[in-house]
């Protein structure tokens, strides 16, 4: 990933993640937690693409995983995120761009269901049991809910910025110099309007031209005598 992809998913991650265990954490609401961290990944996801969304979901999840008050075993949560990190980044536009709300909201609604399988699935391998006792149904349903209400001010938000720093305006200028420069190559050739060994050569063919003029019309009045 490059520098800027770094940077700002680490800032998005950090801030998201201390929002989740300090505010939404301690909502206190029936079911399932506003789940911000699987929604900073989602948004990122779908504009860095499959890896970068695989790597930036690796690295929320471990953030998670050992931020407090967790209770559950490290990398659990990291494996789920990592997953749906790179499922969600198979659905990038190739613009980068997303014309329609609809597949983003889809894609929520999926996110939300499978990351709390996938939690429980590792969870009752490890011996974790909490699931059952707290009800599937009722989690799957709270998690849809919440992160469909929570996205849209979350998730245009996130692919926004991406997008912006994915415009490096240093990256713009370069290429504009680099553009600029062939171009002046072009017409320098084309109009011989370069300095140095260049006019120096282009002063030596117009002066060739002049004297092959020359002899051919001598030779044209030696013929018409």
Not at 113 to 138: F, N, P
Not at 144 to 172: H, K, S, T
Not at 190 to 207: D, E, F, H, P, Y
Request: charged share 15%.
């Amino acid at each position: 990933m490059r520098l800027n992809r770094i940077l700002l998913s680490t800032a998005l991650v950090v801030v998201a993640l201390v929002i989740q265990v300090s505010v939404l954490s301690r909502l206190h609401l029936p079911g399932a937690v506003p789940d911000l961290l699987l929604l900073t990944v989602l948004g990122l996801a779908m504009v860095y693409g499959h890896v970068g969304g695989a790597l930036v979901g690796f690295g929320a999840g471990l953030l998670a995983d050992l931020a407090p008050p967790a209770d559950h075993a490290a990398g659990r949560y990291a494996l789920v995120l990592c997953v749906i990190g790179y499922l969600a980044g198979l659905i990038k536009p190739g613009t980068g761009q997303v014309k329609s709300v609809t597949g983003p909201m889809a894609v929520v609604v999926a996110a939300a269901v499978s990351s709390t399988l996938l939690y429980a699935g590792v969870g009752a391998l490890v011996g974790d049991t909490a699931a059952r006792h707290v009800g599937l149904g009722g989690l799957l349903l709270t998690a849809a809910v919440y992160d469909l209400l929570l996205a849209p001010f979350v998730v245009p938000g996130i692919m926004w910025l991406a997008r912006r720093a994915e415009n490096d305006p240093l990256a713009d200028s370069g290429s504009a110099a680099g553009k600029s420069d062939i171009s002046s190559g072009w017409l320098s050739a084309g109009t011989g309007l370069s300095i140095g060994g260049r006019r120096g050569t282009l002063g030596g063919l117009k002066a060739k031209a002049r004297t092959r003029t020359a002899r051919v019309g001598r030779i044209k009045g030696v013929k018409r005598l």
